[in-house]
Each structure stands twice: as C-alpha cells, then as structure tokens.
C-alpha cells in the first residue's frame, strides 16, 4: 500500500501540489499575501461586498440580537426569523415562487441532485459542470451522461439516445466558472421543454453580476420562468457566505424532506442570514447597479487588451478572464512571477480542469480601479512574454 507521504510527492513531482496562502486582513481588491501586498485578481467576491459596510454592521446587528449561532438543523429546533426572512427575499429577488438555503453551494448541489433523481433517471451534464455538480450527479446513482460543452446538437442527440424510466434531469452552470462563458440557456430551455425534462441550472456566477438588476443568467437570457431549479451562492458576488435554490414551492416542501444536506447538518448562523439580506438589498439597489456597470466595463477592457497582446482567453463574461498557458508547470510559474510584480492571479490545474488546459483564471472586482487593471495587464504581458507564453 502507498504511504499518503509517497502520494503527495507525486503530486509534487506533477506540479499539482495545493497549498494554501495567508491573507492579512479583509478581502478586498489589495491584499497582504503572505506578508507582502498584491493586487488580488482571483476572488470571487465580485461587487466587493465582503467588505462592505453595510453587510457587516448587519452582521454585527444581528450576532447581538439573535447570537452567533443557529443551534441545530432547522427541522430540529426549527427556523429563526432570518431564515425565514432571506428565503422570502430570496424568492422575490429571484421571482421565483419560494427559495430554501443550503449552507453552501457544494451542500446544495450534493443535497437537491440526489434527491431529484435516483437510479432510474438520467442526467445530462455539461462536461465543464462544477465538481459540486458531478459530486451530486454520482451520489444520486442515476446514469450520467456527459455532453460535450455548450454543444446544444449533440444534448439533443444524446436525450434522443437516452430515454428513461423515470425522470430526466439536464444541469448546466449558468456561467461556467473556469472559462467565464455562459450556457446557451435559451436552447437549453427549447430542449428541456421538447423532451419533457427538468431543468437545474447553477448560477454561483452569474447571480448578483448578470442581468439588468442582477438576477443572474436567467434573467440575462430571459428564461426566468423556464428554469426549474435555480442554485445561487451568498458567498461570491454577494460578499457573504451560503446559497440556495430559487423554485416552486412544491419543489422546496419536497427538498425540505429530501435533500439530506439540509435535512441533516447545522443550519447558516445569524451574521451570514443578516449579511446576505443586507447584499441582496445591495444588488437590488442603484449602487448595485452601478457597481455591474463599472464590473462589466472592465470585464470589456481587460479581455480585449489581453486579446490585443495574443493571449488565448474564452467567454465574454464580465468578471471572469481565464488565459490559458497549457501545462500546470507554466500556470504555477506564472502565478509566481506575476507575485513577485505584487498581482495574485492563481493558477488553475487538473482536476479543476482538463489536463493540458491550465490556466490564470483572472477574475476582477467592481472595486478595483481603471489604473489598477491597466497596471495589471502591462505585468501580465510583461511576464508572459517572458516565460514565451505570448
Ligand atoms: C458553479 C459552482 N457551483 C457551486 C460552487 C460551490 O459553492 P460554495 O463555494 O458556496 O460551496 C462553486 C464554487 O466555486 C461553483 O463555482
């Protein structure tokens, strides 16, 4: 038997070793790194509302008048006030007809697959699904059938090919966190309706940033009403931590009796309920808007200059910029170089994505500014001319 020691020298050998930085601080668009200071440009915290100051004196608010704890899982000792209160405002942000919060985006995804679907069924899942996704799919025990991804004719030519027994559940991101593209959710919807089958589409990316009034990709695409279950996270552009699912009301009855990691695990304490409130409102607001605004302009800015300087990059989302560098050696080299110049952009390796398709997945903040982004790209082109990259 193979001692864990050997297994992690392997992984150093195939440059796949992980370790975690130390960040002084609060997350914000500069950081202290492990003691010294750098532009961050991997966070997921999008608008900047981590630190927001609304979003912590609701959490401070809070903590002092309902503690620091939920006690248990809500069918135990049953929900608080702001449990109840997020899940209406929720509902109401997301137009749907109720929403149930899961304690995190992997917990939801791990909990409602499975307990949407079982052995009879079959899922379609875009190849380039969240682990989260394909951690729920195998837990569920349903056949699993891979599409190739965002290929509408070959998901159409594989429901043909593969009726079920029972149910048939297609999961797609709705912005896909890797690539920063979106899924055709339009054709999505066209296939789902002419098969009969159930939608799941996880926005962890798109809600708070995507839309008119920030919504998500539904809302983007126009398919709000199409989709069956809508996964969102509080723990990305909405600067808090948490998610939950927007659908029917039928659908969250049936979750609350169904979906085990909510049935069986502590429910979210009161900060996080508070802050979340407190982002939602944020989001909904005429500063949210403005800050998807300025997002979205430096979404623009950012790709077509790195494109200019011929880096290989994909999607058109706002916030999130991957450059492709190919192996995980050449990824990890650039994410050291570019720390030595003060930017913390991470590299990105297998398993997270497909072997030979490493990349930086650059990802901005509405408060970065202009002159922080612009300094950003000339280090970037800088170094990648110097590893050969560009
Ligand atoms: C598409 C997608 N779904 C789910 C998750 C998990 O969300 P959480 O971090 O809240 O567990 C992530 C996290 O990165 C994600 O990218």
């Avoid at 839309?211 to 009403?225: D, I, M, P, Q, W």
Wanted: hydrophobic share 45%; charged share 25%.
């Amino acid at each position: 038997m193979r001692t864990f020691g050997e297994e992690l020298a392997d992984l150093r050998g195939q440059g796949l070793f992980r370790r975690m930085r130390r960040v002084e601080g609060s997350q914000g668009g500069r950081i202290t790194l492990d003691g010294r200071e750098a532009l961050l440009l991997c966070s997921n915290n999008y608008l900047g509302l981590a630190g927001h100051p609304l979003l912590k004196q609701a959490a401070i608010r809070a903590v002092e008048q309902y503690g620091a704890g939920s006690g248990s899982a809500r069918l135990v000792s049953g929900n608080m006030e702001l449990h109840e209160a997020l899940e209406s405002r929720l509902a109401a942000f997301k137009e749907s007809e109720a929403a149930l919060l899961f304690n995190s985006g992997y917990a939801a995804n791990i909990g409602i697959i499975p307990a949407v679907v079982g052995k009879e069924d079959v899922i379609f899942s875009d190849q380039f699904n969240h682990a989260s996704i394909v951690d729920g799919a195998r837990l569920s025990r349903a056949t699993i059938v891979r599409y190739p991804h965002n290929d509408m004719a070959a998901l159409r030519q594989l429901m043909v090919a593969h009726p079920a027994k029972g149910r048939r559940l297609i999961v797609t991101e709705g912005v896909f966190s890797m690539d920063g593209d979106m899924a055709p959710l339009t054709d999505i919807v066209a296939i789902k309706r002419e098969f009969g089958a159930i939608l799941m589409v996880d926005d962890a990316h798109g809600a708070g940033v995507l839309g008119a009034n920030g919504r998500g990709t539904a809302e983007l695409c126009g398919v709000k009403a199409d989709i069956d279950l809508q996964i969102g996270t509080l723990g990305k552009a909405l600067g808090s931590f948490g998610a939950y699912v927007a659908t029917s009301r039928e659908l969250v009855e049936y979750l609350v009796n169904r979906a085990r990691s909510f049935i069986f695990s502590t429910s979210l304490p009161p900060a996080v309920l508070a802050a979340s409130l407190s982002a939602i409102d944020l989001v909904d607001s005429p500063e949210g808007a403005a800050l998807r605004e300025k997002l979205a302009a430096h979404g623009r800015r950012f790709r077509a200059t790195l494109k200019d300087a011929d880096f290989e990059t994909t999607g058109s989302a706002p916030h999130i910029v991957p450059i492709f560098v190919g192996e995980a050696e050449s990824a990890m080299e650039f994410t050291r170089r570019l720390l030595e110049e003060g930017l913390f952009i991470q590299g990105i390796r297998p398993p997270t994505v497909p072997a030979g398709r490493c990349r930086l997945r650059c990802t901005l903040m509405a408060t970065h500014t202009e002159r922080e982004l612009e300094g950003a790209v000339e280090v970037i082109i800088k170094v990648g001319k110097g590893l050969g990259i560009i």
